[in-house]
């Protein structure tokens, strides 16, 4: 890498040079951090201050030579507030589309833009509140709740009558569906442990189906879950030996990709039902 830069804004970035080619992102970082230590480097980089060519991306991408890598400071953002679609409303409850790379709630310290936030001013004439939220880099539906009694409804509802559709990509084959059915362990803020034991609730498992085979060894599956444990997903796929593409925490980091492959399509529920398609690149792995 050549030596770093820094803008008006106090922003750094590097640009890979030919000794950097292939090499993986959160060592690359080293450049600019050289007494950070790897833990630290992949912090940042998950938390969306490290951008590859103006994006977010995951700790195991392979950086190219001529990239940029940006490391902007903790109180600046990636841009402006991504604008946020509507994908239905009704009286009482409405699903957005979160892309990837967004909050969907505060962060303490933080100022960058997220859905929450936003809400106020998406839908001026109402009392909106966040239902659900997804993880930074997961892309999809999140449920909005138009009045307090919207809430207390949805709140109300059995768990298992609240379906969420996901669609991921993983490494490895799958010809047949799976229930993980698993225990977890959330206790750690950064990352969910799969325990050995068998969790009797089914709305505590995860559901999986094989879609499509993909180039270079990947699968296209459709994931079910109920309650939503945070990462239950990303976990519970990974300890099935399936770990889903451009997964920085649960992905052994051995695959560039150009973000994580997670997006939350379809939320179903009594008298509502939303649906949005994934929109991300064609998935690819080195």
Same mark, same amino acid.
């Given at each position: 890498?050549?030596?770093?830069?820094?803008?008006?804004?106090?922003?750094?970035y590097?640009?890979?040079?030919?000794?950097?080619?292939?090499?993986?992102?959160?060592?690359a970082?080293g450049?600019?951090?050289?007494?950070?230590?790897l833990?630290? =480097?992949?912090?940042?980089?998950?938390? /969306?201050?490290? %951008? !590859?060519?103006?994006? $977010?991306? @995951?700790?195991?991408?392979?950086?190219?030579?001529?990239?940029?890598?940006?490391?902007?400071?903790?109180?600046?953002?990636?841009?402006?507030?991504?604008?946020?679609?509507?994908?239905?409303?009704?009286?009482?409850?409405?699903?957005?589309?979160?892309?990837?790379?967004?909050?969907?709630?505060?962060?303490?310290?933080?100022?960058?833009?997220?859905?929450e936030?936003?809400?106020?001013?998406?839908?001026?004439?109402?009392?909106?509140?966040?239902?659900? =939220?997804?993880?930074?880099?997961?892309s /999809?539906?999140? %449920? !909005?709740?138009?009045? $307090?009694? @919207?809430?207390?409804?949805?709140m109300?509802?059995?768990?298992?009558?609240?379906?969420?559709?996901?669609?991921?990509?993983?490494?490895?084959?799958?010809?047949?569906?799976?229930?993980?059915?698993?225990?977890?362990?959330?206790?750690?803020?950064?990352?969910?442990?799969?325990?050995?034991?068998?969790?009797?609730?089914?709305?505590?498992?995860?559901?999986?189906?094989?879609?499509?085979?993909?180039?270079?060894?990947?699968?296209?599956?459709?994931?079910?879950?109920?309650?939503?444990?945070?990462?239950?997903?990303?976990?519970?796929?990974?300890?099935?030996?399936?770990?889903?593409?451009?997964?920085?925490?649960?992905?052994?980091?051995?695959?560039?990709?150009?973000?994580?492959?997670?997006?939350?399509?379809?939320?179903?529920?009594?008298?509502?039902?939303?649906?949005?398609?994934?929109?991300?690149?064609?998935?690819?792995?080195?």
């Open positions: 890498m050549d030596t770093q830069h820094k803008d008006a804004h106090a922003a750094q590097v640009v890979v040079d030919q000794g950097r080619h292939a090499q993986r992102l959160d060592k970082l450049q600019l951090l050289p007494e950070a230590s833990r630290l =480097r992949r912090r940042l980089i998950e938390s /969306g201050r490290v %951008l !590859v060519q103006g994006r $977010p991306a @995951a700790s195991g991408l392979k950086v190219l030579q001529g990239q940029r890598i940006d490391l902007l400071p903790a109180e600046v953002f990636a841009g402006p507030a991504p604008k946020l679609r509507i994908v239905k409303r009704t009286m009482s409850f409405a699903a957005l589309l979160k892309p990837a790379g967004m909050h969907s709630a505060a962060i303490s310290g933080r100022t960058e833009p997220c859905v936030a936003l809400l106020p001013e998406l839908f001026p004439d109402a009392q909106p509140v966040l239902l659900n =939220r997804l993880d930074y880099l997961t /999809g539906l999140l %449920l !909005v709740a138009l009045k $307090p009694t @919207a809430v207390k409804d949805y109300a509802l059995d768990a298992l009558k609240v379906v969420k559709e996901y669609v991921a990509v993983v490494l490895g084959a799958l010809d047949e569906p799976l229930e993980l059915r698993r225990s977890l362990d959330a206790e750690d803020r950064k990352r969910t442990r799969v325990l050995a034991r068998l969790d009797s609730d089914p709305k505590n498992w995860t559901y999986v189906w094989p879609e499509a085979e993909l180039p270079g060894g990947l699968t296209r599956v459709r994931v079910q879950i109920y309650t939503g444990a945070r990462h239950q997903i990303r976990a519970h796929l990974a300890a099935a030996m399936l770990p889903i593409l451009g997964d920085p925490l649960y992905g052994e980091g051995n695959a560039r990709a150009a973000r994580l492959y997670l997006h939350h399509r379809r939320i179903v529920f009594p008298r509502f039902e939303a649906e949005a398609a994934a929109d991300w690149p064609e998935p690819s792995i080195i």
